[in-house]
């Protein structure tokens, strides 16, 4: 029997949205934050962060390394909705996490389709992440995101599947197929394209510095307006200080 006391409205009901650029909205929201601050912390127009809140722009890994280092946060609680495993204070080791074949947090862009691997555990030393590449041409790739991508620290990647060709800002370009793998300091500007029909991809690990290497780097990713950059820090520079430098 149908109870029509349920139907006295025929709006759809809204639709929960877990993207990662929601997330980042209601992470944001709950510690009070509006645009414009977010913005004067990172260096990000408030436009480019209304746009990836909103799923406008593409959210790679050095977005969203920069937008949890101005929230404060790890960056694993901008891509898992669920809850996480902090680092219990004086234990050292013990810690692990178990992800099963097809599990993980997908983050889509044009140029890449992102896996990230081993969200529930928060103050990892790296971030793994299983990668399809899809950008066929350095344009096609430089058309979404800007240019090169660059972010503190260090990444190595190892081919499972397919062909691929990898573009650094001091090196030519160079080919590597399923078993090759490249490690490489990821401050240097970089893209991943596919080199060969069927599907390319790789498993990556990505290792921001710490707050001592990232002093001794005196590197920042600055994105503002899409464009990629490395920029001087001073020693002792603020978040903030450094955006506005």
Same mark, same amino acid.
């Given at each position: ?11 759809? !009901?809204? @639709? ?6 929601? /997330? ?6 709950? =510690? ?28 790679? $890994? ?13 960056? &694993? ?6 809850? =996480? ?15 099963? !074949? ?9 140029? $890449? ?16 992440? %299983?990668?399809?590449?899809? &950008? ?29 060709? %990898? ?15 490249? $490690? %490489? ?9 596919? &080199?060969?029909?069927? /599907?390319? @991809? ?17 590197? %920042? ?5 899409? /464009? ?11 978040? &903030? ?5």
């Amino acid at each position: 029997m149908i109870d029509h006391t349920t139907r006295h409205s025929t709006a759809p !009901a809204p @639709r929960h949205d877990d993207s990662p650029g929601a /997330r980042i909205r209601a992470l944001r929201l709950a =510690q009070g934050l509006t645009l414009a601050q977010v913005s004067a912390r990172i260096g990000l127009a408030v436009s480019t962060l209304s746009k990836l809140e909103k799923g406008a722009i593409s959210l790679s $890994y050095d977005k969203l390394l920069l937008i949890s280092e101005g929230l404060g946060l790890d960056m &694993a609680s901008l891509v898992d909705p669920k809850p =996480q495993q902090p680092r219990v204070p004086g234990l050292t080791s013990g810690r692990r996490v178990l992800q099963r !074949a097809g599990e993980g947090q997908v983050v889509e862009t044009g140029s $890449y389709r992102q896996t990230y691997l081993a969200t529930e555990l928060l103050n990892k030393k790296m971030t793994p992440i %299983f990668v399809e590449i899809r &950008a066929r041409t350095l344009d096609e790739f430089v058309a979404e995101f800007g240019g090169l991508i660059r972010h503190p620290g260090e990444e190595f990647s190892y081919v499972l599947e397919g062909e691929l060709e %990898f573009h650094s800002e001091l090196y030519a370009p160079v080919r590597l197929r399923a078993g090759d793998s490249i $490690y %490489f300091d990821s401050e240097m500007g970089h893209a991943y394209l596919k &080199a060969s029909a069927g /599907r390319c @991809r790789l498993l990556c690990s990505c290792a921001p510095r710490g707050p001592d290497d990232a002093v001794d780097a005196h590197v %920042f990713v600055n994105i503002a307006g899409g /464009r990629h950059s490395v920029e001087p820090l001073a020693a002792d520079a603020s978040i &903030a200080t450094r955006r506005k430098a």
